[in-house]
């Protein structure tokens, strides 16, 4: 397996357009989550899904941000409109259901 | 409130010293899952070890080890015979059986130096 794939590795916009991050988890695992990494805040985790339902979107800043996981294949992190404070890396990562979770490489977000 | 606190930011050894990193965790669920991760300065992040709330057994893989202790809700990891390329943000990490979700300490920085 290639592991969990995320897309694009780098994005860079201009403040007030849409934003897209893709991700693609393990064949078969059941659990996904979308995790945002800054200096100042660590590792955040936005949302989290079990078998392509959001369990928890508590994380999820504003509604800015949303996130679906229209099959088991495949999730989108939406950002609309994106300001420069959500520069930061966005990580996706996958696991069976308490198990442990492989991450993505990441995708480095700049929002000028 | 944090769940996981990794109480040392950086740390900071020559090479072949031993490092531990500690890890203090908060759950009120009797089920539980503590893991480890370790972030290179290439940025991703790697698994390195899970650990269930019923197995407080130590585990040893290679130059790393673990010392799991309910009694201080404590999961330490320790390197032993440090090398450069250890050099990592290593994150505790820890996952309750009521929701699955993977909650993250601050990290700790450590640089081993040549």
């Known amino acids: 397996d290639a592991g969990v794939i995320q897309s694009p590795r780098h994005e860079v916009t201009e403040m007030g357009q849409e934003v897209t991050l893709r991700c693609k988890p393990i064949?078969?695992?059941?659990?996904l989550f979308w995790y945002r990494q800054t200096m100042m805040r660590g590792l955040e985790l936005l949302i989290y899904f079990n078998n392509n339902v959001p369990i928890d979107d508590s994380g999820m800043p504003e509604d800015r941000f949303s996130a679906k996981m229209p099959n088991a294949s495949f999730s989108t992190l939406k950002i609309q409109p994106s300001e420069p404070r959500d520069s930061a890396v966005y990580f996706c990562?996958?696991?069976?259901?308490?198990?442990?979770?492989?991450f993505g490489q990441g995708t480095r977000l700049t929002v000028v | 409130a944090q769940k996981v606190t990794q109480a040392q930011t950086e740390i900071s050894v020559v090479e072949k010293e031993d490092v531990t990193l500690d890890c203090v965790y908060e759950t009120r669920d009797t089920t539980y899952y503590l893991f480890w991760y370790k972030q290179p300065p290439s940025g991703e992040l790697v698994f390195l070890i899970r650990?269930?709330?019923?197995?407080?057994q130590n585990e040893i893989s290679g130059r790393y080890s673990w010392n799991f202790q309910k009694s201080t809700s404590s999961f330490n990891f320790t390197i032993t015979a440090s090398q450069v390329v250890d050099s990592a943000v290593y994150f505790c990490a820890l996952s309750e059986a009521n929701d699955y979700k993977l909650s993250f300490g601050a990290g700790t920085t450590v640089t081993v130096r040549a």
């Open positions: 650990r269930n709330s019923f197995d407080e």
């Open positions: 990562a996958s696991s069976f259901v308490g198990s442990e979770a492989f």
């Open positions: 064949s078969g695992h059941n659990s």
